[in-house]
């Protein structure tokens, strides 16, 4: 029996945003700002739809295991492994982090 390669990565989603990307947080946690709003799983489809542009794979590859109601959520991305994975999401840096202002 095969065993299925697959990687999981948690990703905080910022609905509601100006543009669709991917930044790192100051703690360098990864963050989704998504256009869509958070409604009828919109946000979910937009959050599938940016990995799978990001990762080079297909939509139908990732899925949200994990938080699909909250902004907190874990991925899992079929066929590709945890170093791949790293490999890919390491070349994303940090953005604006609007957060730390906030008084």
Request: proline share 2%; hydrophobic share 45%; aromatic share 0%.
């Amino acid at each position: 029996m095969t065993e299925r390669v697959r990687a999981y990565v948690a990703v905080r989603v910022v609905p509601r945003a100006a543009r669709n990307a991917l930044t790192r947080d100051a703690n360098g946690k990864l963050r989704a700002h998504l256009t869509a709003a958070p409604v009828d799983g919109a946000a979910n489809r937009a959050l599938i739809d940016l990995l799978a542009r990001r990762l080079g794979v297909a939509k139908r590859l990732i899925e949200v295991s994990q938080g699909a109601r909250g902004r907190d959520k874990v991925c899992c991305v079929h066929g590709l492994s945890t170093e791949q994975l790293d490999a890919i999401l390491s070349a994303v840096g940090s953005g604006v982090d609007k957060a730390e202002r906030r008084g």
